[in-house]
């Protein structure tokens, strides 16, 4: 199970090169409200002893010490990502605390993208929608079209609808990025529903789709990966229409 510290990195990432990471949940424990059965964080059943979330101001302390080092040092930073050990959208100091990275940011590596990396359950709350209209890079998910495929891999807590979520990610016109999990369960696999998600892109028009598939241990046993190819010859009708695609396996 991974666990980060409130500022970590910068590592290198699959999708956003290199990257400065920004944990907004507990630095031993895990807290969100969907269980996937990808998590490189574990189950959320596993991430209960540290419940402590850090403060806006424990975000600027840790960050801007991170940026002066990283800076004195010559470190490359080509994105301030928040992810972390859960959803960081959870943190009810959100809004301020990305307020604070932009003004950071333009201080320190005036060239880096902020990005947020969010399973999208809260963008119906203001404070929050309007916090990810201002970053880079809104990384918002959906693994399926269908509630029932959700539950499969996600588990959310509490009533969760893709109608819903959809809805509200239409209210970024297209300028979002579309995350989603490629991956094959127990009786089921991205495949079977890959039309229906594709319909769904259809109508969001995001403005990138990063598609990729598991690449650490993840808490539930025996899933599958796809090849950089499979994903690419799924997804090809959307490159055919002119959607641009991050394909990472």
């Known amino acids: 199970m991974m666990r980060e510290a409130t500022v970590f990195g910068p590592i290198f990432s699959r999708r956003l090169g290199s990257s400065l990471g920004i944990n907004l949940l507990p630095q031993e424990g895990k807290v969100c409200?969907?269980?996937?059965?990808?998590?490189?964080?574990?189950?959320?059943?596993?991430?209960?002893?540290?419940?402590?979330?850090?403060?806006?101001?424990?975000?600027?302390?840790?960050?801007?010490?991170?940026?002066?080092?990283?800076?004195?040092?010559?470190?490359?930073?080509?994105?301030?990502?928040?992810?972390?050990?859960?959803?960081?959208?959870?943190?009810?100091?959100?809004?301020?605390?990305?307020?604070l990275t932009l003004e950071l940011r333009d201080r320190y590596y005036p060239k880096a993208k902020v990005s947020v990396l969010s399973n999208a359950?809260?963008?119906?709350?203001p404070g929050v929608f309007e916090a990810l209209r201002k970053v880079d890079n809104p990384i918002l998910k959906l693994d399926a079209p269908t509630d029932e495929q959700?539950?499969?891999?996600?588990?959310?807590?509490?009533?969760?609808?893709?109608?819903?979520?959809?809805?509200?990610?239409a209210r970024f016109e297209g300028d979002f990025v579309l995350q989603t999990m490629f991956l094959r369960g127990p009786g089921w696999e991205t495949a079977q529903w890959v039309q229906g998600w594709m319909e769904i892109v259809r109508e969001l028009k995001p403005r990138e789709i990063m598609v990729y598939t598991?690449?650490?241990?993840?808490?539930?046993?025996?899933?599958?990966?796809?090849?950089?190819?499979?994903m690419r010859s799924l997804v090809q009708p959307l490159l055919d229409e002119g959607f641009q695609i991050q394909i990472k396996g």
């Not at 690449?215 to 190819?229: A, Q, S, W």
């Open 33 to 99: 409200n969907f269980d996937c059965i990808y998590c490189e964080c574990g189950w959320n059943r596993d991430g209960l002893e540290d419940r402590v979330l850090p403060s806006a101001q424990d975000v600027r302390k840790a960050l801007e010490v991170k940026l002066t080092e990283c800076a004195a040092k010559g470190t490359p930073i080509d994105s301030i990502t928040f992810s972390g050990d859960g959803e960081p959208t959870l943190n009810p100091e959100f809004p301020a605390i990305i307020d």
């Open 214 to 230: 598991i690449d650490r241990e993840t808490p539930m046993k025996g899933l599958g990966k796809y090849t950089v190819e499979e």
């Open 121 to 125: 359950t809260r963008i119906d709350r």
């Open 150 to 169: 959700v539950a499969l891999i996600n588990h959310p807590e509490g009533k969760y609808h893709v109608a819903d979520v959809v809805k509200q990610l």
